[in-house]
């Protein structure tokens, strides 16, 4: 079955710092790739996705790039802020009729000041 | 537009004990679905719909049930509560574009 592998947290970095969290998957097939973040105590909202190979998904200063080589689907962001503080999870949605969805465990990122 | 609401926002209950989850979306989304999250084990689909009057199970379904009547709601039912079933619980509905929009939580605790 499909799943989806992120590394573990938490991460702690300094303000400005440079922050990557490595995610891979296993699917059938192309899925789409998706990144999520949870702010304490609220729910999840899409950071940004990606629905084929080589796309670069984008929003507030992070990135993703599909690899369907290395089926791999890596978050960057170049400064990072205090506020970026959150639990990172990396998710896959699957081909079939269905569309399930996979998520990753989540990274757990804590920026200082 | 409310996007979408969950209630209760947080619950105790005795070990056999039922309880109803209600999630809400005004989205006029096809697509819902119920996840429970859980401490180093990211979020697990328990049932989705696609459609109303749909449904189907999910990874961990066991112990729960699921109806949706009517487009706008998708209920999540716990017939007789266990420990194992103290989680945070979130519902999501899916646009088009497959983008999913999560209510803010059901926090469940089962002595």
């Known amino acids: 079955g499909n799943s989806v592998t992120q590394m573990e947290g938490p991460v702690t970095l300094s303000e400005e710092a440079f922050l990557t969290i490595n995610c891979t998957y296993t699917a059938t097939g192309y899925p789409s790739l998706f990144w999520y973040v949870q702010y304490p105590g609220e729910g999840l909202q899409l950071l940004l996705k990606a629905t084929k190979a080589d796309d670069k998904g984008s929003n507030k200063g992070f990135e993703a790039t599909y690899r369907k080589e290395t089926t791999s689907f890596h978050l960057e962001k170049g400064s990072v802020q205090v506020s970026d503080s959150a639990v990172y999870f990396c998710a896959l949605r699957s081909t079939d009729s269905w569309g399930k969805f996979q998520f990753g465990a989540g990274t757990q990122v804590v920026v200082t000041p | ?111």
């Open chain 2, 1 to 111: 537009n409310a996007g979408v609401t969950q209630t209760p926002k947080f619950r105790v209950l005795k070990t056999g004990q039922s309880m109803t989850l209600l999630c809400a979306q005004d989205m006029n989304h096809e697509y819902m679905y119920w996840y429970r999250q859980d401490p180093g084990m990211g979020l697990r689909l328990i049932h989705y719909s696609v459609g109303e009057g749909t449904t189907a199970k999910g990874e961990v379904p066991d112990g729960y049930n699921v109806s949706r009547l009517k487009k706008q709601n998708f209920l999540l039912g716990l017939e007789s509560a266990a420990p194992s079933q103290t989680s945070v619980y979130f519902c999501a509905s899916r646009d088009t574009r497959e983008t999913q929009y999560f209510g803010p939580g059901t926090r469940l605790l089962v002595l």
